[in-house]
């Protein structure tokens, strides 16, 4: 039911209309009387949001397989996550137990993307205080894994760990990260690549954290000529291929993009802690419920598509594939040159 409304329905005013037209059909979710506005706040305040982030992690679970094989842009057999942080910002005096500067609110939601599929694995949701690069000490890195993250998580201590364990990380390096270079590799100016080097860390505090050598990449960018600097604990892979999975990176962003514009996690129905985490779990279900079901039916369409079909369908007593095989399987009829324009 609250997939059902997370799409064009911006209060629990709208949603409560929405289920009184629907009423009829409800008796199959097993409710047998109108659902009224308040009964609804009820239950966003005081229902568990753990509940609907352990419905989520089972749809993950189930969502990863199916995306096992996916491309992603970058020819490689080893799993591949982007790493990323976005705020969303929010009214202190509407939610004060989300302080983030001292006239403003926002959370944050932390997130760690399996490119194939662009399926998400982990999912954390803090207050604005709380720094991205914190996030790293709740990951349990995963042995021949790589991770792709910006400069935000460059922290040389936390990124030992995952060398430790055997995984490989992608980063951007600062202008003013002191190194010592070892080796040189030769390189296809061509590419847009500068130089390949493999080098150690000289900076007091950074060697104390990383003490093992590097590999930083310099790449002068053909579409922006930006010259970037990429680190990374992988000495096997090309340097091209190293700047391709960090430009892969940007799949977080969309993703970030995607869910705040179709499933509306920057408006909140209900206003105390437990209601905004609800609300965004909610939605991480409903998105990682359209891939499987995209998977599942073999369907060409886009998400966005197959979400707005399963929004006006929802209470309709349907198999999906029935619903969503003439769309999914035929063309849209063009428009007939006899048919009216109305709007010129």
């Known amino acids: 039911m609250a997939f059902a409304q997370l799409t064009y329905r911006e209060s629990l005013r709208d949603i409560e209309v929405c289920l009184r037209a629907q009423s009829s059909k409800l008796y199959h979710l097993g409710i047998r009387s109108a659902v ?3 009964t609804l706040a009820n239950a966003n305040a005081v229902r568990d949001w753990r509940i609907y982030a352990d419905f989520a992690q089972s749809l993950i679970g189930i969502a990863r397989p199916l995306y096992a094989q996916e491309s992603f842009g970058v020819d490689l057999q080893e799993t591949v996550y982007a790493l990323d942080t976005t705020t969303i910002d929010l009214c202190l005096s509407v939610f004060p137990w ?5 006239a403003k609110a926002a959370i944050k939601l932390h997130t760690l993307l399996d490119l194939r599929g662009n399926i998400p694995t982990f999912i954390h949701i803090s207050d604005g205080k709380v720094h991205e690069v914190n996030i790293l000490d709740q990951l349990l890195p995963e042995p021949g894994a790589f991770y792709i993250m910006d400069r935000g998580f460059l922290d ?14 992608v980063t951007r390096g600062k202008s003013n990260l002191k190194v010592q270079r070892r ?14 080097q493999s080098v150690v860390l000289t900076g007091f505090y950074s060697h104390q954290g990383f003490e093992a050598p590097l590999r930083r990449i310099r790449f002068k960018d053909p579409e922006t000529a930006k010259t970037l600097i990429f680190l990374t604990n992988n000495f096997v892979l090309p ?4 700047t391709e999975l960090y430009r892969c990176r940007w799949q977080v962003e969309l993703f970030f993009k995607w869910i705040k514009q179709h499933l509306r996690i920057k408006a909140f129905f209900g206003t105390s802690e437990n209601a905004v985490r609800s609300q965004i779990w909610i939605a991480v279900s409903a998105y990682v419920l359209v891939a499987i079901v995209k998977k599942r039916l073999h369907l060409s369409a ?5 979400l707005q079909i399963l929004s006006l ?3 309709e007593k349907i198999p999906l594939d029935q619903l969503l095989a003439q769309m999914m399987t035929d063309e849209i009829q063009r428009v ?4 009216l324009i109305l709007f010129t």
């Open 302 to 306: 886009s998400l966005y598509e197959i």
């Open 98 to 102: 989300a302080v983030f500067r001292t």
């Open 183 to 196: 080796y040189s590799h030769p390189v296809d100016r061509e590419t847009g690549l500068i130089c390949d």
């Open 336 to 339: 007939s040159d006899n048919q």
């Open 313 to 315: 369908t929802m209470f």
């Open 239 to 242: 340097a091209f291929t190293i």
């Open 156 to 169: 040389f201590e936390r990124l030992y760990r995952f060398h430790e364990a055997g995984s490989f990380f």
């Open 36 to 38: 009224a506005r308040n």
